[in-house]
């Protein structure tokens, strides 16, 4: 049997089984709306908090930002792939049941309970927006309240534009998500991330790939501009991952299916 042809025939028998045991009580929509509302708040009353901060103060955020980058990619990296011994239900959690879901050919999502393998468990915002508490505490006190406020506004910020662009990362056949730059990239290289024999290796953040790029842990041979810019090409894709996920080395133009040797548009 094709080895693609496998992996889509087990991932939709696991599909069909996790949404015919999922709870009468469970609704997308609350699980959503719980993301949307606890971190949307916590921006808006920092916001709020703010007391005419100057341009210095601002600048916090770019550390922030390549904290969260950071702080994704590790996480995403050592928690989700790998069995520890404190987070081993996460990692059962993530690596059972999201990359069984969502294999790299069986990335859409569609209805509500699909929403459940899809959305990160509604512990995540709170653990990801409750490591900016030590460091906004000691800004606060030691440069400004203003900054203390600015670090936690950004890191709720991030994780929006995180469990976003990881939502958008999902949406099959958009050429418009696939001409946007930097979208595309993120889209390409998680489709390659789903893929069963690279899911443990390759393209752990889940939005924009520094990390992966800084790290080695980019499927794309190329430095930090142009992994951020590759958009849909396979060209510079490393010779051992382009095996692993197509079987031969040739391709060249990405698609959604992971098809080598098609261009994205002429694919649709």
């Not at 990296?77 to 050919?105: D, E, I, S």
């Amino acid at each position: 049997m094709d080895k693609d042809l496998h992996i889509e025939q087990r991932s939709r028998a696991f599909r069909d089984e996790y949404v015919a045991t999922t709870p009468r009580w469970y609704r997308g929509e609350l699980h959503l709306a719980f993301t949307l509302i606890f971190t949307g708040g916590v921006f808006a009353y920092c916001i709020w908090r703010l007391d005419h901060p100057t341009l210095a103060e601002w600048l916090a955020i770019v550390p922030m930002l390549l904290f969260g980058n950071w702080a994704e990619w590790a996480a995403h990296r050592y928690l989700l792939h790998r069995p520890t011994r404190w987070f081993k239900a996460v990692y059962k959690r993530h690596v059972g049941v999201h990359h069984l879901f969502f294999a790299h050919n069986t990335l859409e999502y569609r209805g509500h309970k699909h929403w459940r393998a899809l959305l990160f468990p509604p512990f995540a915002p709170v653990l990801f927006v409750g490591t900016a508490l030590l460091p906004a505490l000691l800004l606060g006190h030691f440069w400004s309240r203003n900054v203390g406020y600015i670090v936690v506004l950004t890191m709720a910020g991030y994780y929006l534009m995180y469990e976003g662009l990881h939502t958008l990362s999902h949406v099959v056949d958009s050429r418009v998500l696939d001409a946007l730059p930097l979208v595309n990239t993120v889209r390409r290289m998680h489709v390659i991330h789903h893929h069963p024999e690279l899911m443990g290796t390759r393209n752990f953040n889940l939005t924009f790939p520094i990390c992966d790029a800084l790290f080695g842990t980019s499927d794309l041979d190329k430095g930090l501009f142009g992994t951020l810019f590759n958009g849909m090409s396979h060209a510079a894709m490393k010779s051992e991952d382009r095996r692993r996920m197509f079987g031969e080395d040739s391709p060249t133009q990405g698609s959604r299916a992971g098809k080598p040797g098609a261009d994205t548009a002429a694919s649709r």
